[in-house]
């Protein structure tokens, strides 16, 4: 299938590993203008001179904690250095986050900041300049726990929040030509991953929860969650905004 994604700008914010780092790599496969974001130079590296062998149109990167930083003014940044991103992918998030559910509002507030807030002060800057032009992708990359609402407290509520503002802002962007919406994996193996290290440390339990959790039986590649990024990014879902779109091994 044609995707129409050559020379498209695109920012990918968590790019450096698993999921994200996979989803540069798609958008680079398809000659795309590509940003990378994340913490780590020295993974950054690596990913942009994998993602110029792939075809990228061009590929840079950006260091930079979008925890400790002002998310909105570094949104305004990368549009200085780089112009307007018609596609953005918000995939920072996770649940190695505070597991208290009665912790008082500071843990919830990291855990909510971690997989939504921060990522919606970039939007507040990226969203108004896509509906100005008329066209525009903005993806989350949530959680099956979204919806199962099972495991860290802290977690599935934040990413349930998540899914929230992407249905219902989502909405009232339907009709502009920009589609906000969400992805949402089930679990997903990857090298040096939480659930990687879990199949050794605890091989028993990690069957466990494949047979009771993810009627597939198997984790997730980040190949088969970032096809569906790429596919949400192009013309071809255009009858999909507000959507949020399990793939998930059909999550139990
Ligand atoms: N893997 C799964 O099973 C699974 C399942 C459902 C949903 N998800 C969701 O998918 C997304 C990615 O998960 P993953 O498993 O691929 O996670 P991961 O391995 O933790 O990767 C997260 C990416 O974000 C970057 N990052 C983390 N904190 C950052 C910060 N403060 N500022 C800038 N960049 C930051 C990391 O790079 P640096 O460390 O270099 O900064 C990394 O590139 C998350 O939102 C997660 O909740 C994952």
């Not at 920012?11 to 698993?18: D, E, F, N, W």
């Not at 649940?95 to 843990?107: G, I, K, Y």
């Not at 090298?191 to 091989?203: A, I, L, Q, R």
């Not at 028993?204 to 970032?226: P, V």
Request: charged share 20%.
């Amino acid at each position: 299938m044609e995707l129409g994604l050559k020379n498209k700008r695109v920012l990918v914010v968590g790019a450096s590993k698993g999921i994200g780092r996979a989803t540069a790599l798609a958008f680079a496969s398809e000659n795309c203008h590509v940003v990378a974001v994340a913490r780590s130079a020295e993974l950054l590296t690596s990913l942009k001179e994998e993602g110029e062998r792939k075809g990228a149109a061009s590929f840079s990167y950006e260091v930079a904690d979008i925890m400790e930083c002002d998310p909105k003014a570094f949104a305004e940044e990368l549009i200085s250095k780089y112009g307007e991103f018609e596609i953005v992918i918000q995939n920072v998030g996770g649940s190695l986050v505070s597991r208290n559910h009665l912790a008082d509002s500071t843990d919830w507030s990291y855990a909510l900041r971690f997989n939504a807030l921060a990522s919606i002060d970039m939007n507040s800057v990226f969203l108004p300049r896509m509906i100005e032009k008329g066209w525009g992708r903005v993806i989350h990359i949530s959680s099956a726990s979204a919806q199962t609402l099972r495991g860290n407290p802290l977690y599935a509520s934040s990413k349930a929040f998540l899914n929230a503002y992407v249905t219902t802002v989502g909405r009232q962007l339907a009709s502009k030509g920009v589609l906000l919406t969400s992805v949402m994996p089930g679990a997903v193996a990857f090298e040096g991953s939480y659930w990687d290290n879990f199949t050794v440390t605890d091989p028993k339990r990690c069957e466990d929860y494949l047979s009771h959790h993810q009627a597939i039986g198997r984790f997730g590649t980040c190949e088969e969650i970032a096809d569906v990024v790429l596919f949400m990014a192009s013309e071809k879902s255009s009858f999909m905004p507000a959507a949020c779109v399990a793939v998930d091994g059909a999550s139990m």
